[in-house]
Nanobody, 126 residues
Framework: QVQLVESGGGSVQAGGSLRLSCTVS????????MGWFRQAPGKEREGVSC????????YYSDSVKGRFTISRDNAKNTLDLQMNSLKPGDTAMYYC???????????????????WGQGTQVTVSS
């Protein structure tokens, strides 16, 4: 049974930090590219970051570049997203997702991701 389970969400003031984690089971984690997406109420799902199977390539949306860092541990089947200097605009439900490849410049397209977690809420107050 495939499971992607996010954790680490919560409420924080602007300027604060949170670290999200995603634990994957039922898949060969080391063969997969992994991504983080977010969706705020009334908005479309947005690609936040992506990492290749071995961590050698990482991608970020312009809105989080320089503030967020994606990482993975293939020995533990875990994916992390360190979020610093959080802004109210970062408030959203955050999802981890698995894909067979990063697809280069198309990494942020949700249609390429086969498996999704149920999400963890991040709320940033001003």
């Amino acid at each position: 049974q495939v499971q992607l389970v996010e954790s680490g969400g919560g409420s924080v003031q602007a300027g604060g930090s949170l670290r999200l984690s995603c634990t994957v089971s039922g898949l060969t984690f080391a063969n997969l590219a992994m991504g983080w997406f977010r969706q705020a109420p009334g908005k479309e799902r947005e690609g936040v970051s992506c990492i290749s199977w071995n961590g050698g390539s990482t991608y970020y949306s312009d809105s989080v570049k320089g503030r967020f860092t994606i990482s993975r541990d293939n020995a533990k089947n875990t994916l992390d997203l360190q979020m610093n200097s959080l802004k109210p605009g970062d408030t959203a439900m955050y999802y981890c997702a698995a894909a067979p490849s990063t697809f280069g410049g198309a990494w942020s397209e949700a249609r390429f991701y086969n498996y999704w977690g149920q999400g963890t809420q991040v709320t940033v107050s001003s």
